[in-house]
């Protein structure tokens, strides 16, 4: 697959202006088209002063703006996205306007470039049958604010190729989205169910059933948002919501169709009063009607095949921030309840049909079950993806039970020669699910967590001494666990978005899934030591100079990597290599005579006095038992087999977790820097 280098973005409001902020921070080349130099720079305006607010909030130094803003033209003249790669229409919801432009951009534009759509109402087929390149032609519907927000809907028509689909998921991914593969269909898939919950919200104050204040309270109890239907809609504007809905309603029937209450509000040119009495008598009604409509209509999306139910979840968790998805609320609410409160709007709207996958589900009689863990074989290559983007890919019981079963998959399949694990969106894997370690130490269930282990060590075990060539694919951050994962593979392809990195020191306890012992092989219990002590993060480059990395390459050259690699057949992961000179000063800190010293507060020596302090520094924050019992570890475990290694490490876990450092450090992640106390 060819590189994404320049893309065009038509369009230059708040929605084509967003877009094109993001994909230049991301280093890629665009050029920002409209039809009046006034709008041109208007939206260049907009971005400067975005990403100064950036500078000012200490997000990016005013170099890295200059950088990022060096990568953007804008423009009057069309012809100057001939060459793009991508070109993408953000304009004003006009069918007609639209229609013209897509027409003018297939005369302009070369052969290889694929014309998107971010329209959110219209059908993406209805603009691909105007163009000699339907095959080129797909939705990339963005959502508010497209510099922030991180989902991206792919939306392909029927005739849609699948490699401009590819092509569509590489340019999300390298501007840092997460996408979803939507059907091309009314409202595509988030739309689909929040428009209605907007409108739902409408018809509930229409019909006298409750006042707004109590309605936004419902809300945001029943779905744990922060803002309420009313607010949403003064914020977003209450015509893009009366825009949605009236097409949800032409295009799907009357119980989609607009409140005129809403039309009503809209016509006043007001936003709605949210002020007045809470009536706590009211909101549970109110609960039940909003999730009887959104899980509804969220089961009959993935009913009709529009998404399916995770990327449905991961719309709603992504794109709106909601912390669940309609379906895990439905598990959460139970099957049953969800049934009665969907039964009870089909009763109230004759439009409005039973999903079938509701009712297969209530007669099953238990929760709705998630594939994390996706597998497809292509070329004799199973590509194994961790699909939990919206949580990092991080590591829990759900994810390891399903790596275990679509690896075994791969490994009995014959036509497999190679099987590659890679993770969805911007992370390889962020480490494990930290919540379940917490709660096991809180209800005193360790020996949980020390078998969880044990079963993800005989899973990387088995990854390691397969007979078929497994590879990780390191395209993103990688931590903890999933730096583990990588390192039990027999190869490592990454990209320059790749690292390893192992945090836990920081968290009171030390990495107990095997990183530490495969660090050690490949580099030397000293390295293994300086990057376990100080969490440090290794790079994509600094990990191919070691040798870890076996092929480092572009994300568009993934593909020819991993076939060369499988022609050429698997090597010795650990074979004896030169530390290159740099990484010296580093080994040496963890040298015996400086560990002693490191662990009892005092700078190592024998190295540059800068760089011993600032490490000195860095360890000081650790926690001292995580980092007596990893030194201990790496020590003892050198020279015996993987497996003997194995045990050595899982015999300190009940150890590890039994102190009050980790539960510190465990339950201080991403809230405060935790306080050890060595104990």
Same mark, same amino acid.
């Given at each position: ?40 720079? =208007? ?89 000699? =390149? ?25 005739? &849609? ?30 739309? %689909? ?9 409408? =018809? ?64 006043? %040119? ?50 709106? %921030? ?243 690699? &499988? ?113």
């Amino acid at each position: 697959m060819s590189n994404i280098s320049k893309i065009g973005v038509i369009g230059a409001g708040n929605m084509g202006s967003g877009i094109a902020q993001k994909i230049i921070q991301e280093g890629i080349n665009v050029v920002m088209v409209d039809i009046k130099d006034e709008f041109v720079e =208007r939206g260049m305006n907009t971005i400067r002063n975005l990403l100064q607010e950036a500078v000012e909030r200490k997000i990016f130094t005013p170099q890295q703006v200059d950088e990022t803003l060096s990568r953007i033209k804008g423009t009057t003249d069309f012809n100057e996205v001939a060459d793009a790669d991508i070109v993408i229409e953000a304009v004003f919801e006009d069918k007609q306007v639209k229609t013209d432009l897509f027409k003018k951009l297939d005369q302009i534009c070369a052969e290889k470039t694929i014309l998107a759509t971010n329209t959110s109402s219209f059908y993406v087929r209805d603009f691909a049958g105007q163009v000699g =390149r339907p095959d080129r032609f797909v939705g990339l519907h963005y959502f508010f604010h497209p510099a922030k927000n991180r989902l991206l809907e792919v939306i392909p028509h029927d005739g &849609t190729s699948q490699d401009t689909i590819e092509k569509s998921l590489l340019a999300a991914k390298l501007h840092s989205k997460t996408a979803i593969l939507v059907k091309d269909a009314p409202g595509f898939a988030v739309n %689909r169910f929040f428009v209605p919950f907007l409108n739902e919200a409408a =018809r509930l104050l229409e019909e006298g059933v409750a006042n707004i204040p109590t309605i936004e309270e419902a809300a945001k109890r029943g779905f744990k948002i922060g803002m309420g239907p009313f607010q949403l809609m003064n914020v977003t504007g209450i015509p893009i919501a009366v825009h949605a809905s009236t097409t949800l309603g032409d295009e799907l029937g009357p119980f989609y169709a607009t409140a005129d209450i809403l039309k009503q509000q809209m016509e006043k %040119r007001e936003n709605w009063n949210l002020k007045g009495e809470v009536d706590e008598s009211k909101i549970q009604a109110v609960i039940d009607r909003l999730y009887g409509v959104c899980l509804g209509v969220a089961a009959a999306l993935v009913d009709e095949g529009v998404a399916s139910a995770e990327d449905t979840d991961r719309g709603a968790k992504i794109g709106l %921030r909601w912390v669940m998805g309609p379906f895990e609320m439905m598990n959460r609410v139970g099957i049953d309840k969800t049934y009665q409160l969907v039964q009870a709007i089909t009763e109230k709207y004759d439009d409005f049909k039973m999903p079938g996958i509701l009712e297969d589900q209530k007669a099953k009689g238990e929760p709705f079950a998630f594939k994390l863990v996706d597998i497809d074989v292509k070329d004799g290559i199973a590509w194994i993806t961790v699909n939990r983007p919206e949580a990092m890919n991080a590591l829990n019981e759900a994810v390891f039970a399903q790596l275990d079963t679509r690896f075994s998959e791969a490994e009995k399949n014959p036509e497999v020669e190679a099987i590659v694990f890679q993770g969805a969106g911007k992370a390889f894997v962020a480490g494990a699910d930290i919540r379940y370690f917490v709660q096991n130490i809180k209800n005193d269930k360790i020996p949980d967590t020390v078998a969880f282990t044990r079963k993800g060590h005989e899973l990387f075990l088995r990854i390691e001494e397969s007979e078929k060539f497994t590879i990780a694919l390191l395209d993103g951050l990688s931590l903890g666990g999933g730096s583990e994962l990588a390192l039990s593979c027999q190869a490592i392809v990454a990209t320059p978005a790749g690292s390893i990195g192992f945090p836990e020191t920081g968290i009171g306890i030390y990495p107990g899934l095997g990183g530490m012992l495969r660090f050690a092989r490949h580099v030397g219990p000293e390295l293994a030591k300086y990057y376990t002590f100080t969490g440090a993060p290794l790079s994509a480059q600094d990990a191919y100079d070691l040798g870890i990395v076996t092929r480092l390459g572009e994300p568009a050259e993934v593909d020819t990597a991993m076939a060369a690699l &499988t022609s050429e057949g698997r090597s010795d992961k650990y074979r004896p290599r030169d530390i290159p000179e740099r990484f010296r000063p580093l080994a040496q800190m963890c040298a015996k005579e400086n560990v002693e010293r490191l662990l009892s507060g005092k700078s190592p020596e024998g190295v540059p006095e800068d760089i011993a302090a600032k490490t000195a520094k860095i360890v000081g924050y650790k926690a001292p038992l995580a980092l007596k019992v990893a030194n201990e570890i790496i020590d003892e475990q050198a020279g015996k087999p993987m497996k003997e290694a194995v045990d050595i490490e899982l015999g300190r876990l009940q150890e590890i977790f039994s102190t009050s450092d980790a539960l510190e450090g465990l339950s201080s992640l991403g809230r405060k820097r935790p306080e050890f106390k060595g104990e």
